[in-house]
């Protein structure tokens, strides 16, 4: 593993530090997750193959936070291994307002009865329920340009200098890719 860095999903951040880094893409992302209850998840099974799963999410406290049934099998999966990705609930149609959000990190499971208790006291979620807390490496944001004919991928990572979008058509060239540091 050496070489790897920042850049490569090492280091993790709240997502308070999101909005602190770039507060205009993190209410972005942080509406498409809210416009709808349910999202997807990725997690890892015990052998390493992918497994999806519904799941509520709820941002508070400057964290964002994953909710589910105990003894569920993404709780099982990520309390063995913490790795996921998230994607926003796109909604009805084929419209994707917004664009297509997804996010990724570590979730950390909570079982400290004092947070616990704060979260239920600002969330009254049925209960009984399994709690994670979420660590991000990546946050990204999926638009198209329907006249330049071309996908847009702006993405943020702890230790980005700041926003880095990425822009390809359906030709062979590579990506144009920019930063933006505002």
Not at 25 to 37: C, D, G, S
Not at 68 to 92: C, E, H, I, Y
Not at 117 to 124: G, I, M, P
Request: aromatic share 8%; proline share 8%; hydrophobic share 35%.
């Amino acid at each position: 593993m050496t070489g790897l860095g920042p850049h490569d999903g090492l280091v993790t951040t709240s997502w308070g530090d999101v909005e602190r880094a770039q507060p205009e893409f993190a209410e972005t992302v942080r509406t498409r997750f809210e416009a709808f209850r349910h999202h997807v998840l990725a997690t890892l099974r015990a052998d390493g193959s992918p497994r999806t799963s519904g799941i509520e999410t709820t941002f508070r406290f400057g964290q964002l936070w994953l909710g589910s049934m105990p003894g569920a099998r993404k709780s099982q999966d990520l309390r063995r291994d913490p790795r996921f990705a998230l994607s926003a609930n796109p909604g009805p149609g084929t419209g994707m307002g917004g664009g297509d959000v997804r996010v990724a990190g570590h979730a950390r499971w909570v079982d400290d009865p004092a947070e616990l208790a704060r979260f239920v006291d600002a969330v009254t979620p049925p209960e009984p329920f399994e709690l994670f807390r979420v660590e991000l490496t990546e946050v990204v944001r999926t638009t198209v340009d329907e006249a330049a004919e071309q996908i847009v991928l702006t993405s943020w990572r702890p230790g980005y200098p700041g926003l880095r979008t990425q822009r390809r058509g359906n030709g062979a060239e590579p990506p144009e890719v920019t930063w933006s540091t505002d």
